[in-house]
T-cell receptor, first 112, second 112 residues
């Protein structure tokens, strides 16, 4: 099935550094979402974006819905060891089923 | 409150055997989704249930895969005559009237 293009695939950073990851698509989505998955767990929603151009923050996390509705980015500021995990972008096209299309994920490792 | 639960957490089976994976959604959630997560991949949509409506089976990879949702609550994903390429983490998610999907911890299936 179709997947979003998410990059980078992995990141190794030092504690305190800022992180940026992004997703692009060849088609439009009405909603962009960012999830975090830790080992042995299901993905947990971090941020949801509903309008083109929208910039939303959740603590140290900031995400933007691209103006073309074909891309989104997630920034994490001042990273801490518990930020470790796999971050997924997901898009929804709307309609009543809210079916999600996922990126392949960005594996984040934070060195203390 | 109780989240989405899935059982078993791990399942090892031999090629050619049938397996059943169970999902208990959050109480009162009318929508239920199954996704498959292969190693290093994002989540791939499999099937969607909404109330008493006919399920959206458009993501099922072959006719060996089927799913039921009894009484609008518990769901079972069945894979017949398992193949090695079926090895993956199978994730279930449920949703209430909003658009946020809440994921369970997944079942890790290994087909030998």
């Amino acid at each position: 099935g179709q997947q979003l293009n998410q990059s980078p695939q992995s990141m190794f950073i030092q504690e305190g550094e800022d992180v940026s990851m992004n997703c692009t698509s060849s088609s439009i989505f009405n909603t962009w979402l960012w999830y975090k998955q830790e080992p042995g767990e299901g993905p947990v929603l971090l941020i949801a974006l509903y309008k083109a151009g929208e910039l939303t923050s959740n603590g140290r996390l900031t995400a933007q819905f691209g103006i073309t509705r074909k891309d989104s980015f997630l920034n994490i500021s001042a990273s801490i060891p518990s930020d470790v995990g796999i971050y997924f972008c997901a898009g929804q096209r709307g309609g009543s089923n809210y079916k999600l299309t996922f990126g392949k994920g960005t594996l984040l490792t934070v060195n203390p | 409150g109780a989240g989405v639960s899935q059982s078993p957490s791990n399942k090892v089976t031999e090629k050619g055997k049938d397996v059943e994976l169970r999902c208990d959604p959050i109480s009162g959630h009318t929508a239920l989704y199954w996704y498959r997560q292969s190693l290093g991949q994002g989540l791939e949509f499999l099937i969607y249930f909404q109330g008493n409506s006919a399920p959206d089976k458009s993501g099922l990879p072959s006719d060996r895969f089927s799913a039921e949702r009894t009484g609008g609550s518990v769901s079972t994903l069945t894979i017949q005559r398992t193949q090695q390429e079926d090895s993956a983490v199978y994730l279930c998610a449920s949703r209430d009237r909003g658009d946020t999907q809440y994921f369970g911890p997944g079942t890790r299936l290994t087909v030998l």
